[in-house]
């Protein structure tokens, strides 16, 4: 039997990276995973680097491309002949990105003498894992001092709508379209249903999406949301909020999607569905029940501030503990616990983890929301700059979004940074950092930014918070 001082069951980003930080600090370390890539063989990386934030943003970068030639070079003078879409080349592109991230994790593994199982790990008493493995073969009793669960997420489903991955598909499916569908409909208006519907509209599709919910991006600030609403509706995104999917029924050359709203019943007629309704821990193989393991109301494995759980010298980390199902928490996270076993000092944030929708133009934020703050009767203070008003944005051509700070009324602390903006992604970060320091916003009102540039508006929208800006 093979014993190691740490297991991580999961090679995701949540369990790769505690695998690699455990590694550094001296432990013996395993990282079992049951992931099999498109060529049949196993892969490490997860669902986010094999089929979900990798090659999504492969897939919008090269959208955005495309329409930028198509619709946008125009006004810059910029006059391009025909323009033809290669759908094979940008799915070539995309399988190219992913293979060369994952090969790199298994570098990382290799670099750091990591041992890497492909399999499927079931939890057995003793801290011990049986683990089945992924291409054949018998399986082998694992024993290590400390397991780290890390198995991440897969995507909900939804009644009456079966996943056939012909006509109607998963995320995942619909990462690997050979070809631009003339109609399609995308049940559930979140961050995954707005990245992938922004994909395909850009690229030709007519794109419609059935939101269950009443608001539109509850998750995000009422004002950030209302901006994104005009905006989505502009770029010709069908938006339905309201909405319950009854039944998808497949044809040989159509799909027909019956929901229900306010109005009654209705039929669309479209050629592809795309379910992105959200996800779920992955606990189906784990054998939790059997060791005893505690999940919450909501089937998450219940964990400490630290991550660990109801069992000694087990931890869970990622997409199957409570918080947002997001790489780089799931990330922050295995580090923690690795720290933490090698007896170091170490926890997570999570009140400052940023969220981040990779459309065109982006939205990020972190912290609180408005609705948030009020719901705690705590008394702020905003400040908000409109990209309308920002120089580089002009020049740019997207002067769609805003920049939107909110403070503690009496000290002037940061609550909460909210934005949608190009490259909102990478501006987010400042917020995490000034949040991070406890900074107010006054102090990133004297700080110096870069003339012209989008983060001028992060500048004064801090100075708004104080009825000071100076370019509106």
């Not at 069951?9 to 590694?23: D, E």
């Not at 939890?123 to 397991?147: C, D, F, N, R, Y």
């Not at 961050?191 to 608001?215: F, P, T």
């Not at 002009?394 to 939107?404: C, D, E, N, Q, R």
Request: charged fraction near 25%; hydrophobic fraction near 45%.
């Amino acid at each position: 039997m093979k014993k190691f001082d740490v297991l991580v069951i999961g090679a995701g980003p949540a369990g790769y990276v505690a695998a690699i930080r455990c590694a550094q600090l001296g432990k013996i370390t395993a990282c079992v995973d049951c992931w099999i890539g498109k060529d049949g063989k196993p892969a490490l990386g997860g669902t986010c680097l094999n089929v979900g934030c990798i090659p999504s943003k492969a897939w919008l970068e090269s959208s955005e491309y495309y329409h930028e030639v198509t619709h946008k070079l125009g006004a810059h003078g910029i006059k391009a002949g025909e323009v033809t879409l290669d759908v094979a080349a940008m799915l070539a592109r995309k399988d190219k990105i992913v293979t060369s991230l994952t090969k790199g994790v298994e570098s990382l593994f290799k670099k750091n003498k990591v041992t890497w199982i492909a399999g499927k790990a079931r939890m057995i008493p003793g801290q011990k894992v049986e683990v089945t493995p992924s291409l054949g073969g018998e399986a082998e009793i694992i024993e290590a001092e400390h397991i780290i669960i890390a198995t991440g997420s897969s995507a909900r489903h939804i009644p009456n709508v079966l996943i056939d991955d012909k006509r109607i598909f998963e995320s995942a499916g619909a990462l690997d379209f050979t070809s631009v569908p003339r109609k399609l409909v995308v049940i559930g208006a979140g961050v995954i249903g707005l990245e992938l519907g922004s994909v395909w509209k850009r690229l030709g599709s007519e794109v419609i999406l059935l939101e269950a919910m009443d608001s539109f991006l509850a998750m995000a600030d009422d004002q950030i949301a209302d901006e994104a609403w005009k905006e989505f509706k502009r770029q010709g995104l069908d938006i339905r909020l309201g909405t319950r999917v009854l039944s998808a029924t497949t044809k040989e050359d159509s799909v027909t999607v019956r929901y229900q709203d306010e109005k009654g019943d209705h039929a669309l007629e479209c050629d592809r569905v795309i379910v992105a309704v959200g996800r779920k821990p992955m606990l189906q193989w784990l054998g939790a029940a059997e060791v005893g393991l505690e999940l919450d109301e909501r089937g998450y494995i219940h964990v400490d501030e630290f991550c660990g759980t109801n069992l000694p010298n087990v931890y869970a980390i990622g997409d199957v503990v409570r918080g947002p199902m997001l790489a780089h928490k799931g990330s922050e996270e295995g580090v923690m616990v690795a720290e933490r076993i090698a007896g170091e000092e170490a926890r997570v944030n999570h009140d400052t983890i940023p969220w981040v929708i990779y459309t065109a133009p982006e939205i990020a934020w972190v912290g609180k929301t408005e609705k948030q703050l009020k719901a705690a009767a705590r008394k702020f203070k905003t400040g908000v700059f409109p990209l309308a008003a920002s120089g580089r944005a002009k020049a740019m051509g997207i002067t769609s979004g805003l920049i939107k700070i909110i403070a503690d009324a009496k000290t002037d602390r940061i609550l909460g940074v909210h934005m949608i903006a190009p490259g909102a992604s990478e501006l987010i970060a400042e917020a995490v950092v000034a949040m991070e320091f406890a900074a107010s916003a006054e102090d990133l009102s004297r700080i110096v930014h870069a003339h012209p540039s989008i983060s001028e508006a992060i500048h004064e929208a801090a100075l708004a918070v104080h009825g000071r800006t100076l370019h509106i």
